[in-house]
């Protein structure tokens, strides 16, 4: 499993990995299971992920970024 992007977060994204391997693997793929149980642990990463974001400034660069592109996505995306 590959780090966090954030150090700091590390854990948290270890144990939605480990987490999210197992269900994938052993319930999805053999049709046991089709409802996510690690959403709960994505969340945290995602949170912990979005706190560090902003913290360093990059929050506000992503959005501007997302924002600068938004109509070449749609475009691009269209017919896929």
Known sequence: MSASLAPECNE????????FL???SEKYLRGKGTEDECAPLFQNYKKCLAAVLKERGIDKMLEEAREDHKDSD????RGK
């Open 74 to 77: 749609s475009l691009n995306m």
């Open 22 to 24: 197992k269900w994938y």
């Open 12 to 19: 948290v994204k270890e144990r939605y990995d480990s987490c």
